[in-house]
T-cell receptor, first 115, second 111 residues
Framework: EAGVTQFPSHSVIEKGQTVTLRCDPI?????LYWYRRVMGKEIKFLLH????????ESGMPNNRFLAERTGGTYSTLKVQPAELEDSGVYFC?????????????FGPGTRLTVT | GDSVTQMEGPVTLSEEAFLTINCTYT??????LFWYVQYPGEGLQLLLK?????DKGSNKGFEATYRKETTSFHLEKGSVQVSDSAVYFC??????????FGKGTTLSVSS
């Protein structure tokens, strides 16, 4: 079974540009999470989808970030326009619905560098 | 709100040394506790977990016990290997919510 995949693995963009990150969760996982780790700090929650619906987006830093999950499958996270402080590693995780749905499976992350 | 505090790194050890990485948490009720590991160039992997007080999670020679009285979930390994070099994250989770992570501890093991 394929794990969680993320694309691209690394992106370098200039301040003011737009970047779109993609996450493909494990097939059949209804829950999809986005997290971010800024250099040397905690991994922080951004938002949570259940199927195609946003369950919790309390961690989204501002309205420059837009997340979607088309048809409850893959998800995209768009940053527009990017700022220097958006640099970091963006992780996606997925989990099944039900009693064990706190056990999350993570992708390799996308390292975003804004210059 | 809930929070997790991990010991600051980096931790540098020689092969076969004993490892302890401290983790304490603040939470109401009974969250589940996790250790995740990120090896160089890879994503986060679940290392072990404990879902209730006094549970011991174990995997690959690592152990951690959920101590409610001390609100701790310290990670231990009796004899580390070079291949254990990685970043270790302590995390707290509840049903239906996102994980809350500590800052991560970088472990470097030399031969």
């Amino acid at each position: 079974e394929a794990g969680v995949t993320q694309f691209p693995s690394h992106s370098v963009i200039e301040k003011g540009q737009t970047v779109t990150l993609r996450c493909d969760p494990i097939s059949g996982h209804d829950n999809l999470y986005w997290y971010r780790r800024v250099m040397g700090k905690e991994i922080k929650f951004l938002l949570h989808f259940v199927k195609e619906s946003k369950q919790d987006e309390s961690g989204m830093p501002n309205n420059r970030f837009l997340a979607e999950r088309t048809g409850g499958t893959y998800s995209t996270l768009k940053v527009q326009p990017a700022e220097l402080e958006d640099s970091g590693v963006y992780f996606c995780a997925s989990s099944q619905a039900g009693v064990s749905h706190y056990e999350q499976y993570f992708g390799p992350g996308t390292r975003l560098t804004v210059t | 709100g809930d929070s997790v505090t991990q010991m600051e790194g980096p931790v540098t050890l020689s092969e076969e040394a004993f490892l302890t990485i401290n983790c304490t948490y603040t939470a109401t009720g009974y969250p589940s506790l996790f250790w995740y590991v990120q090896y160089p160039g890879e994503g986060l992997q679940l290392l072990l977990k404990a879902t209730k007080a006094d549970d011991k999670g174990s995997n690959k020679g690592f152990e951690a016990t959920y101590r409610k009285e001390t609100t701790s979930f310290h990670l231990e390994k009796g004899s580390v290997q070079v291949s254990d070099s990685a970043v270790y994250f302590c995390a707290l989770g509840r049903a239906g919510t996102a994980l809350i992570f500590g800052k991560g501890t970088t472990l470097s093991v030399s031969s």
